[in-house]
């Protein structure tokens, strides 16, 4: 553990991207010059400033002015709320917000660390054992310790990320990254979400590569299933004698279809649908899998949402609402590659009982260099088991975000990545005007001044 802080002076590398439209490989010459005149004009007269109503997240729904948008959103996030909130805002969590009922009496207590994207990065191999240690304090100090892996794990040759109009990019990391990315100085991730639109990327040998490397790891992969009996029932985790049940769903597989026979391997449903509402379905059949098995916490992991927006739809809050009436007791949302807003919402179920919703913890790794790519957010919250009314109830009694930032630098003549708490960074040379302070603006806009 950290047992103090330092403040390190934050650098750019030159060889990297800022952006994904700035690797942007169009096949179809005619097309480049329509491209970059319909951003150009969107940047210039700001008329996708505002989420649009009927954009599409789904690859499969996705047409050509879903395209456009995503290219301009990647180098502009959305700042701004979508029209269906109205004069609704999300009241940002805090933990002040946070209080346990009078006359709860504690019997026992865990603490969980949790982040958003792991995504393959420039500079993984070199960064064992470095990649973590400025937040180990904040992930791997703690009884539980969760990310969303989007980059499956594979014995083919690796394919490298390309973003273009031949289909939606292909991630993938071998074995040895894997071990990289998975943990620091032994102590290693003990919950992976792995239903994510990546997650077929690599065929059928990717899901069981994937599954193969997590358990051998001793990482409970959540999301993706070893058998067709295992489709549709949760998953389970007990630290200090608090039983956590662990539900997750995804809203596709960027347009991959898994054959019939192999749909029960991987956790998808149309979540986020512009052609049909929501389908919690698969996650309240997992949900009721907890009740019966007698778990203490549900806590669901939900892959979904428009990339490069600061805010949730809508449909997002009334949905996650719903599904914690329905019996999720916290909620762990990922795939803006930004981060969004988290909130403490009381449930009418139990009026004692508040649910803590994060709608984005954000990307904490990737390729990509633009303040709103590199910002993340490490979730901690601390659960307690204890008697009311008779009852024994377990609470969220504690939770706060702390926004951190991915850098690199060249040691040794090699680039090593490292994920730094934004409070503890100050400027470096070779950065760009303004850089740091829009990274800190962001993380303002989203959780407030008073959590930086």
Known sequence: ML???RTMPMRMPKSLPFTPADVLQVGMRARRPVIRGVVNLAERFGFWKRPRARGATATEEMGALDHLNWIYKSRNPLEEYEQAFGDMRITPGAPKQIELPGGFDMMTRLRIGAAGDILRSPGIEA????IYERIEDLLFSRDIAYANFESPVTDQPLVEEVIGDAGPPLECCSRAQFEVLSGHKGRRFDVLNTANNHAFDMGVEGVETTREVMAAAGILAVGTNDTPDEHGR????EARGIKVGLVSDGFGLNGHELPEAERWRINVSKLLSKRAPPDLGLLKRQIDHCRAEGCDFILASIHWGHEFEFFPRKVQVDTA???????ADSILCHHPHVVQPWEVYRTKRDPNRQAVIAYSLGSLTWGFMAPHIVLSAIMNMRLEKGRIGGETKTYVAAARVTPVVRTYRRERGEMVTRIEKLS???PGRGMREGYLER?????ALVFGEDQL
Not at 127 to 130: G, K, L, V
Request: glycine share 4%; charged share 35%; net charge negative.
């Open 3 to 5: 047992t103090q802080s």
């Open 127 to 130: 960064s064992q054992d470095r």
């Open 234 to 237: 949760a998953r389970f985790i």
């Open 321 to 327: 609402r719903d599904l914690v009436e329905y019996g």
């Open 424 to 426: 503890e960074l100050e």
């Open 439 to 443: 990274i800190r603006a962001h993380a």
